[in-house]
C-alpha cells in the first residue's frame, strides 16, 4: 500500500509545483495553445493514416535542427514555433496526438501548451478530409482541459488558462475550396460563404471562451490568389485577384467579428497578425525583407516549382533565407521568422488593435 501512496505524493507534488508556479523569466505566458492548419501544424497529420496531407519526409525539414521532417509544411520552423520563441519557449508545443495517451504524461505536457492544428482543416467542418476539423481540435482541448481540471488546484488551472496564448491560424483552406468551387461567384454566393463561415467562427471562439481562454492571437488569411500554386495556373503567372478578393473580404468579417466578441464577452483580448498585408508588402517590396524571390516556391516542381508539393524527388534552391515561399503554398522558414517578429511587436500597420506583445502584457 505504500508504493502507490508515495507515487500519488510525488505527483502531487510535481503537478502543484507545476500549476502553483508563476510564470518564468523566460515564460512569457504559462502555455500557448494552438489551432489552425498547415500554416501551424507541427505534426498531428503524421498521425492520421488516411491523410495525404503531410510533410514527414524530404525535403520537408531540410533546416529543422538535425534537418528533421516533422510535419511542418516548411524548410524549418514555421510561424507558431517563432511565436513561442517570442514568448520565451523553445519552440511550438508539441502535436496533440504526439502526446502519450497517460493522463499524467498529458496533463504535465498541457500546462505549458499544445498544438491541435491539422493541414487541410479550415474553420468550416466541411473543409477538408481525413484531417483534424477545427471541432475536434476543440474537442480534443475541452477533453485534455477536464483532465486538468480534475486534478489538485484546479482553480489554479484555470488562473494558467486565463493568461495562457490562444492562437489561430485559420480560414485559407476554406477560401481556396470556396474558390475552387465558384470560379466566378456572384455576392450572393460570397456573403452566404462569409456568414456561413462567421457563424461558426464564432462558435469556435465561444467555445474556447467558456472553457477559459481568455487571449487569442489571430494570423488572419494571406493573399492567396499570390501563392505559387494560384500563379501558376494564371496564364500570366501573376496574382489571381479574384482569390485574393474573396480572402480580404474574409479578414475584414473575422477583424469585425473580435471586435464584437470582445465587447460580448468579458476579459476577452485579442491581437490579429496581418498575414494578408504583411505578405503583398512583402512581394512589392521584397528587398526590404532580404528576399530574390517572390513568386516562385524554393522546392517543388514544373512552372514556379509550384506543380507538385516538396517531395523527395523535387529541386529545392540553396539560397533559401530568399525565398518568400518554401513549397507551392507556404512560406519559408526565413518568411516565417519575420512575420512572427512583426505580429509581436509590430508594426501597427500589420497587427492590430494591439501587438502579440501587448496582449500577452496586458493587465488581467
Same mark, same amino acid.
Given at each position: 500500500m505504500k508504493k502507490p501512496l508515495c507515487l500519488f505524493f510525488v505527483l502531487f507534488c510535481v503537478f502543484s509545483s507545476f500549476v502553483g508556479a508563476t510564470t518564468s523569466n523566460t515564460w512569457k505566458v504559462p502555455a500557448i495553445y494552438v489551432f489552425g492548419d498547415s500554416t501551424v501544424d507541427v505534426g498531428n497529420n503524421n498521425y492520421l493514416t488516411n491523410s495525404n496531407a503531410k510533410a514527414n519526409y524530404p525535403h520537408y525539414g531540410i533546416d529543422f535542427p538535425h534537418s528533421r521532417p516533422t510535419g511542418r509544411f516548411s524548410n524549418g520552423y514555421n510561424q507558431i514555433d517563432f511565436v513561442a520563441i517570442h514568448m520565451g519557449f523553445r519552440r511550438s508545443p508539441p502535436p496533440y496526438l504526439s502526446l502519450n495517451d497517460t493522463n499524467n504524461h498529458q496533463i504535465l505536457k498541457g500546462l505549458r501548451g499544445v498544438n491541435f492544428a491539422s493541414a487541410g482543416s479550415g474553420i468550416l467542418?466541411?473543409?477538408?478530409?481525413?484531417?483534424?476539423?477545427?471541432?475536434?481540435?476543440?474537442?480534443?482541448?475541452?477533453?485534455?482541459?477536464? $483532465?486538468?481540471?480534475?486534478?489538485?488546484? *484546479?482553480?489554479?488551472? @484555470?488562473?494558467?488558462?486565463? $493568461?495562457?496564448?490562444?492562437?489561430?491560424? @485559420?480560414?485559407?483552406?476554406?477560401?481556396?475550396?470556396?474558390?475552387?468551387?465558384?470560379?466566378?461567384? &456572384?455576392?450572393?454566393? !460570397?456573403?452566404?460563404?462569409?456568414?456561413?463561415?462567421?457563424?461558426?467562427?464564432? &462558435?469556435?471562439?465561444?467555445?474556447?471562451?467558456?472553457?477559459? *481562454?481568455?487571449?487569442? @492571437? !489571430?494570423? &488572419?488569411?494571406?493573399?492567396?490568389?499570390? !501563392?505559387?500554386?494560384?500563379?501558376?495556373?494564371?496564364?500570366?503567372?501573376?496574382?489571381?485577384?479574384?482569390?485574393?478578393?474573396? @480572402? $480580404?473580404?474574409?479578414?475584414d468579417a473575422i477583424t469585425a467579428l473580435f471586435s464584437k466578441l470582445a465587447v460580448a464577452l468579458p476579459g476577452l483580448k485579442y491581437s490579429i497578425g496581418a498575414s494578408y498585408d504583411l505578405t503583398l508588402t512583402a512581394i512589392s517590396n521584397p528587398r526590404s525583407y532580404g528576399f530574390k524571390e517572390v513568386e516562385s516556391a524554393c522546392c517543388g516542381s514544373g512552372k514556379l516549382n509550384a506543380q507538385s508539393y516538396c517531395t523527395p524527388n523535387a529541386t529545392y534552391c540553396m539560397n533559401r533565407k530568399q525565398y518568400l515561399f518554401w513549397d507551392l503554398i507556404h512560406p519559408t522558414q526565413q518568411a516565417s521568422k519575420i512575420s512572427a517578429s512583426v505580429f509581436y511587436d509590430g508594426p501597427a500597420q500589420f497587427v492590430g488593435p494591439i501587438t502579440y506583445k501587448q496582449l500577452v502584457y496586458s493587465d488581467n
Open positions: 467542418d466541411s473543409t477538408g478530409a481525413n484531417i483534424i476539423t477545427t471541432t475536434q481540435q476543440l474537442q480534443y482541448f475541452e477533453t485534455l482541459r477536464s $483532465k486538468m481540471m480534475a486534478q489538485p488546484n *484546479a482553480e489554479q488551472v @484555470a488562473q494558467r488558462l486565463y $493568461k495562457s496564448l490562444f492562437l489561430i491560424s @485559420a480560414g485559407g483552406n476554406d477560401a481556396f475550396a470556396f474558390f475552387a468551387a465558384n470560379n466566378s461567384p &456572384n455576392n450572393s454566393d !460570397v456573403l452566404l460563404f462569409y456568414n456561413t463561415l462567421l457563424s461558426k467562427y464564432d &462558435n469556435h471562439i465561444k467555445t474556447l471562451y467558456n472553457l477559459g *481562454a481568455r487571449r487569442f @492571437a !489571430v494570423i &488572419n488569411v494571406p493573399p492567396i490568389g499570390c !501563392v505559387p500554386t494560384s500563379r501558376a495556373r494564371n496564364l500570366t503567372g501573376g496574382c489571381i485577384n479574384g482569390m485574393n478578393q474573396i @480572402a $480580404k473580404g474574409l479578414n
